[in-house]
């Protein structure tokens, strides 16, 4: 079982940016590729970014590339996201996830076992 929490986000204004954290339970976090959602009110929950958990490649949506980066940390349990350039069509929920046996094709919500709460970004224009 793991537990995620994720922190970071808040009210910022378009252009600004944010740094997303999710800090996760358990002694094997490198076994785990670790994933970025976002959910926005009336819209399917989206990819953002994925990483895998020991070699750290990464994939990210066409959508948040040269904006938005995923990296990790594994000595401290915790998956980032860095959100640069943020535009109102961002303000959405953000989640992270995690599964085994990972790879970057994995893309879809139902791909993924273990999800946190969610931080809530909200961009004003």
């Known amino acids: 079982q793991v537990q995620l929490v994720e922190s970071g986000g808040g009210l910022v204004q378009a252009g600004g940016s944010l740094n997303l954290s999710c800090v996760a339970s358990?002694?094997?976090?490198?076994?785990?590729?670790m994933g970025w959602f976002r959910h926005a009110p009336g819209k399917q929950r989206e990819f953002v970014a994925a990483?895998?958990?020991?070699?750290?490649?990464?994939n990210s949506a066409d959508s948040v590339k040269g904006r938005f980066t995923i990296s990790r940390d594994n000595a401290k349990n915790t998956v980032y996201l860095q959100i640069n350039s943020l535009e109102p069509e961002d303000t959405a929920v953000y989640y992270c996830?995690?599964?085994?046996?990972?790879?970057?094709?994995?893309?879809?919500?139902?791909?993924?076992?273990?999800w946190g709460q969610g931080t809530q970004v909200t961009v004003s224009s």
């Open positions: 996830a995690a599964r085994q046996f990972f790879t970057l094709t994995y893309i879809r919500p139902s791909d993924y076992t273990y």
């Open positions: 358990g002694r094997t976090f490198s076994s785990y590729g």
């Open positions: 990483i895998s958990g020991r070699d750290t490649t990464t």
